[in-house]
């Protein structure tokens, strides 16, 4: 059975727990490994939900969905192709993007994300599934302007790298099929994208398997496995919503 599973301020003091019947029962030990259920509930709008999880990296994807990629008419790709978003980017959910100093066009990019649950070093593809914990929404947001403003250079950390850049949450939800999720992205009301999972071009355990054969993949990191189609601009003042049936949703807005 599915768990929804948040990390919140509470007079404070932070700590974890599943979300239950709208409300939070508080979990003690490691979200992890060794969690204790104890029998205290809070109220979830009594509370401040955090970043579900504290990564030691964001791994995020490019060209991973097959309808993005062919209307861009880019070549298929032979392996994962990704980049990072530093921890300064990294931001909770309901909290407020941020307009850089350099002003230009800052789109969202509505995205899944995969959360690591236990140590991943060249695993397997059989065995990947293994190391996941769960899944989570994330808006990998970007300051398109600069991507590609030097032709000797495509600016990927910088363009997804600002702080405030890369919202998350608001729970990690277990035992979920991936593959049967669909995205949803609405700017202020509107919906902008709608799309499916299963049209990925690496599969979760791919993902999983070939990255941590690049890199040790630790409880809590995200691989956030790429966008589709509607990527759009937004304003200051815009709010933009992640919707992951079965996930939740990720608030935030932009100024």
């Not at 019947?21 to 508080?26: A, E």
């Not at 397997?124 to 996941?132: F, I, P, R, T």
């Not at 910088?158 to 702080?163: I, V």
């Not at 070939?210 to 990527?231: E, F, N, Q």
Request: with cysteine; proline share 5%.
């Amino acid at each position: 059975m599915s768990k929804h599973w948040v990390r919140f301020l509470d007079g404070g003091a932070i700590r974890f727990g599943v979300i239950e019947n709208n409300q939070i029962r508080i979990c003690e030990g490691d979200m992890f490994t060794d969690v204790v259920f104890t029998e205290n509930v809070l109220q979830i709008e009594n509370v401040k939900l955090l970043m579900p999880v504290q990564p030691t990296k964001i791994i995020a994807l490019w060209n991973n969905f097959k309808a993005l990629g062919d209307k861009l008419e880019l070549d298929v790709p032979a392996e994962p192709l990704y980049f990072l978003k530093p921890p300064n980017s990294w931001l909770n959910p309901g909290e407020v993007i941020r307009q850089p100093k350099q002003v230009g066009k800052i789109v969202f990019e509505g995205e899944l994300a995969v959360v690591i649950g236990k140590v991943a070093k060249d695993v397997s593809e059989k065995n990947a599934l293994q190391h996941v914990f769960g899944y989570t929404c994330v808006n990998d947001v970007t300051h398109s302007d600069i991507l590609n403003r030097d032709a000797s250079f495509t600016q990927w950390v910088r363009a997804k790298g600002f702080d405030t850049f890369c919202p998350f949450g608001p729970a990690v939800v277990t035992d979920l099929d991936p593959h049967s999720l669909v995205v949803k992205t609405t700017l202020n009301g509107s919906v902008r994208q709608e799309f499916p999972i299963s049209d990925m071009r690496f599969s979760v355990a791919q993902l999983v398997s070939r990255i941590s054969h690049d890199m040790t993949l630790m409880p809590g990191d995200l691989i956030s496995c790429g966008t589709s189609l509607g990527v759009g601009s937004m304003k200051p003042g815009s709010d933009i919503k992640i919707e992951i049936a079965g996930i939740g949703i990720l608030s935030n807005r932009f100024e």
